[in-house]
């Protein structure tokens, strides 16, 4: 079975510092994986998605994340931090079989400080 | 375009009331359909999905239900709210593959 594990529960940094969220995947299979966002009592946004091609993948608000088979990881990085990125982050990995279904981790709290 | 609307954005019940949580989409057909339920401090739980009108799978058994009486109209619903039903309700849509999926804004119930 497919499954994420986000290592952090809460990360802090400083405003223009580079953020680093860990996410590691389980699956049998070449896996999809995404990263949502989720900003305070709103819907979840997608940041990037890896679907088997580039294995480094940009996203939106100069988030990128990289696929690394040997490690199982997909981590998500971003060069500076801005006071916006502070939210929660969720990864993802898309279940085989039908309907297309998702699978969550439970999410690292980005917080970001002057 | 395609757009999500999900409907209240919050929503305060006593417990034994009933439930009716509605997600529409417009833009597309023949989307997929899902209800997440995000509880405090927790990641999120799929709980309904739909292929398809009259389609529905449940991922967890609970106390609410699902229903898809149209194509793009999605309905969470519950004939008697327990305490441990609070928390964030997400509709989503997905048009299948490797897409990932559209989430509405969410619904915050509160049962008291």
């Known amino acids: 079975a497919q499954s994420v594990t986000q290592l952090d529960s809460h990360v802090s940094v400083s405003e223009g510092t580079p953020v680093l969220l860990r996410c590691n995947y389980s699956s049998s299979y070449s896996p999809s994986l995404f990263w949502y966002v989720q900003h305070p009592n709103k819907g979840l946004q997608l940041l990037l998605k890896?679907?088997?091609?580039?294995?480094l993948v940009k996203g939106i608000n100069g988030f990128e994340a990289e696929f690394k088979k040997s490690e199982t990881s997909f981590h998500l990085t971003k060069p500076s931090a801005h006071m916006s990125d502070a939210a929660e982050y969720f990864c993802v990995v898309r279940l085989t079989g039908g309907g297309n279904k998702l699978t969550f981790g439970t999410g690292t709290q980005l917080k970001v400080e002057l | 375009s395609q757009t999500i609307h999900q409907w209240p954005a919050t929503l305060v019940q006593p417990v034994g009331s009933p439930l009716s949580l509605e997600c529409t989409v417009e833009g597309t057909s023949n989307p997929n359909l899902y209800w997440y339920r995000q509880a405090a401090g927790r990641g999120l739980q799929l709980l309904f999905y739909s292929v398809g009108i009259g389609q529905i799978s449940s991922e967890v058994p609970q106390n609410l239900s699902a229903s898809r009486p149209q194509d793009r109209q999605f309905i969470l619903s519950s004939k008697k709210l327990l305490l441990s039903d609070s928390g964030f309700y997400l509709c989503?849509?997905?048009?299948?593959?490797?897409?990932?999926?559209?989430f509405g804004s969410g619904t915050r119930l509160t049962v008291v």
């Open positions: 989503a849509w997905s048009g299948g593959g490797d897409y990932g999926y559209t």
């Open positions: 890896y679907t088997s091609a580039a294995t």
